[in-house]
T-cell receptor, first 114, second 108 residues
Framework: GGIITQTPKFLIGQEGQKLTLKCQQN?????MYWYRQDSGKGLRLIYY???????QKGDLSEGYDASREKKSSFSLTVTSAQKNEMAVFLC?????????????FGSGTRLTVL | GQQVQQSPASLVLQEGENAELQCNFSTSLNSMQWFYQRPGGSLVSLFY???GTKHSGRLTSTTVIKERRSSLHISSSQTTDSGTYLC??????????FGKGTQLIIQP
C-alpha cells in the first residue's frame, strides 16, 4: 500500500501572505490533484497534474499556483491569502489520467487566515 | 445550478438501523463515485459505480443512469460508520464534481 502525506496539517497565515502547501505520494501514481473543501460547499478542484511537470487548471485556480517538479510531489501556493479565509485543502492522486480511476486522498491541510 | 445534490444533509440513527443516502445529478455522467470522510480526516473511496448495483460488506451502491441518481445503503449501522459521505460525478477524464455530502451520526 501507499500513503499521501500533506504538510503542514494546520497553516495559519496573515492576509496578503503567500502560503505553500505540500503533498507527497509513494503510490508512484501519475496524476495528482488539489481540492479545496469549504464547509457546506463540497470539494472543488483547484489544479491537477497528469504527470511530472504538467499542470492543468481546475474550476477554482484563480489565486493559486501549483508545481509538479517530481512525480511524487505536488505543491500548491496561495498567492495572496484572503482575510477570514478558512478551508481544508485536500491532495489526491490516481494511477493515471483518463477517468475510471480511484482517487486516494491525503488527510488535508487546514488553512486559517487572520 | 448545482450538478450534484445529496440528501439528506445530515442523518442521525441508532446503532443497528439502516441508512439510505441519495445522490441526484442534473447532467450526463461517465460514472459515479462514493467516498467516506472520517471526521477531520481524509477521504476513502467506497465505490466506483457507473451503473447497476455493487456490494461491499454492509454497503450497497446503486446507480440508475436514466433516472440520474445513485444511492448508498448501509445496513446494520455501527458507531464507526459515523462521518461524512460524499458522492462525486465524473464528467469526463478525471474531472469529478462533488456533492456537499451527507453527515451521518450513528448513536450507540
Amino acid at each position: 500500500g501507499g500513503i499521501i502525506t500533506q504538510t503542514p496539517k494546520f497553516l495559519i497565515g496573515q492576509e496578503g501572505q503567500k502560503l505553500t502547501l505540500k503533498c507527497q505520494q509513494n503510490f508512484n501514481h501519475d496524476t495528482m490533484y488539489w481540492y479545496r473543501q469549504d464547509s457546506g460547499k463540497g470539494l472543488r478542484l483547484i489544479y491537477y497534474s497528469i504527470t511530472e511537470n504538467d499542470l492543468q487548471k481546475g474550476d477554482l485556480s484563480e489565486g493559486y499556483d501549483a508545481s509538479r517538479e517530481k512525480k511524487s510531489s505536488f505543491s500548491l501556493t496561495v498567492t495572496s491569502a484572503q482575510k477570514n479565509e478558512m478551508a481544508v485543502f485536500l491532495c489526491a492522486s490516481s494511477i493515471s489520467w483518463g477517468g475510471a480511476e480511484t482517487l486516494y486522498f491525503g488527510s488535508g491541510t487546514r488553512l486559517t487566515v487572520l | 445550478g448545482q450538478q450534484v445534490q445529496q440528501s439528506p444533509a445530515s442523518l442521525v440513527l441508532q446503532e443497528g438501523e439502516n441508512a439510505e443516502l441519495q445522490c441526484n445529478f442534473s447532467t450526463s455522467l461517465n460514472s459515479m463515485q462514493w467516498f467516506y470522510q472520517r471526521p477531520g480526516g481524509s477521504l476513502v473511496s467506497l465505490f466506483y459505480n457507473p451503473s447497476g448495483t455493487k456490494h461491499s460488506g454492509r454497503l450497497t451502491s446503486t446507480t440508475v443512469i436514466k433516472e440520474r441518481r445513485s444511492s448508498l445503503h448501509i445496513s446494520s449501522s455501527q458507531t464507526t460508520d459515523s462521518g461524512t459521505y460524499l458522492c462525486a460525478l465524473e464528467r469526463g477524464a478525471d474531472r469529478l464534481t462533488f456533492g456537499k455530502g451527507t453527515q451521518l451520526i450513528i448513536q450507540p
